[in-house]
């Protein structure tokens, strides 16, 4: 019988085991940036996945959601870079990933700082360009329609627009489009789970008030299996892009595959 626990620990030993050799082999692939978002996607997932595995009872249920919610948009992100780059055989996400979306985090948080100080110094608009070439001469050049670009490509990182990409961009014939259907899952866990990061009511009602009834014990335990097998898809996808360029991956990738295939006579 297939065993989610099994399986995550065969692909994470198998994972670490060449670790240093496909963060070798990530250099010189014609995907590095890809891979690197990747590598550091799995390692992101598995530092939640080690907080969560020590929660036992119901007063860490608030937290055990949070945290899975977290979780769930790395993996949803993770997958969208896995995707695009494998769909689109270039770097260009990746690249993406490490350029454009780093600058846009640096303006929205910079955007927001001088928010915060206009509200706080009674300054209208005090959050705008000039402002921040003023503290940041580095930008003097940069235009506002270059800024516009910047977030506009961005913006495929938010977890609203990976949707579009994942369901309509991929071709017919792609042959891991069925896997696809675990990302529907994690994306509706993840706007389920929204008000236990924002402090919203409906948490609240779910954790201390009851409302409604569930089995938290039994969630908690979900949420780690969850989020396990986020941490082992983001390392079976790293595995299988380096086999796109190197055929050694391919006998690591067997005892994956031979696991994987023995789950599908499972359900069959």
């Given at each position: 019988m297939y065993n989610i626990d099994t399986h995550h620990q065969l692909t994470a030993e198998i994972f670490n085991r060449y670790s240093d050799k496909m963060l070798v082999?990530?250099?010189?692939?014609?995907?590095?940036?890809?891979?690197?978002?990747?590598?550091?996607?799995?390692?992101?997932?598995?530092?939640?996945?080690?907080?969560?595995?020590?929660?036992?009872?119901?007063?860490?249920?608030?937290l055990s959601q949070a945290i899975t919610r977290v979780v769930f948009e790395h993996f949803l992100v993770g997958h969208y870079i896995w995707t695009k780059t494998r769909v689109e055989k270039n770097d260009v996400c990746g690249e993406e990933y490490y350029m454009?979306?780093?600058?846009?985090?640096?303006?929205?948080?910079?955007?927001?700082?001088?928010?915060?100080?206009?509200?706080?110094?009674?300054?209208?608009?005090?959050?705008?360009?000039?402002?921040?070439?003023i503290k940041y001469p580095e930008f003097l050049e940069l235009e506002?329609?270059?800024?516009?670009?910047?977030?506009?490509?961005?913006?495929?990182?938010?977890?609203?627009?990976?949707?579009?990409?994942?369901?309509?961009?991929?071709?017919?014939?792609?042959?891991?489009?069925?896997?696809?259907?675990?990302?529907?899952?994690?994306?509706?866990?993840y706007n389920n789970l929204s008000s236990f990061i924002h402090g919203g009511p409906m948490a609240e009602d779910e954790s201390y008030h009851d409302e409604p009834q569930i089995d938290k014990a039994k969630k908690i335990k979900e949420n780690i299996q969850w989020s396990k097998i986020a941490s082992r898809l983001i390392?079976?996808?790293?595995?299988?892009?380096?086999?796109?360029?190197?055929?050694?991956?391919?006998?690591?990738?067997?005892?994956?595959?031979?696991?994987?295939?023995?789950?599908?006579?499972t359900h069959s």
């Open positions: 082999d990530m250099k010189s692939s014609k995907y590095s940036q890809s891979h690197r978002a990747l590598f550091y996607n799995q390692k992101k997932i598995d530092s939640f996945l080690e907080i969560l595995t020590t929660f036992q009872n119901e007063k860490d249920y608030y454009h979306y780093k600058v846009s985090e640096f303006f929205k948080r910079e955007n927001y700082e001088l928010r915060v100080e206009g509200i706080e110094k009674n300054i209208q608009k005090n959050n705008n360009i000039e402002n921040i070439k506002q329609k270059d800024l516009e670009q910047i977030h506009s490509i961005a913006k495929q990182f938010d977890v609203r627009n990976l949707l579009d990409y994942i369901v309509n961009k991929i071709p017919d014939n792609d042959f891991f489009k069925e896997s696809h259907r675990m990302f529907l899952h994690f994306l509706r866990e390392k079976e996808h790293i595995i299988l892009l380096h086999l796109e360029e190197r055929k050694e991956y391919l006998e690591i990738f067997e005892p994956i595959r031979s696991i994987i295939e023995t789950n599908k006579k």
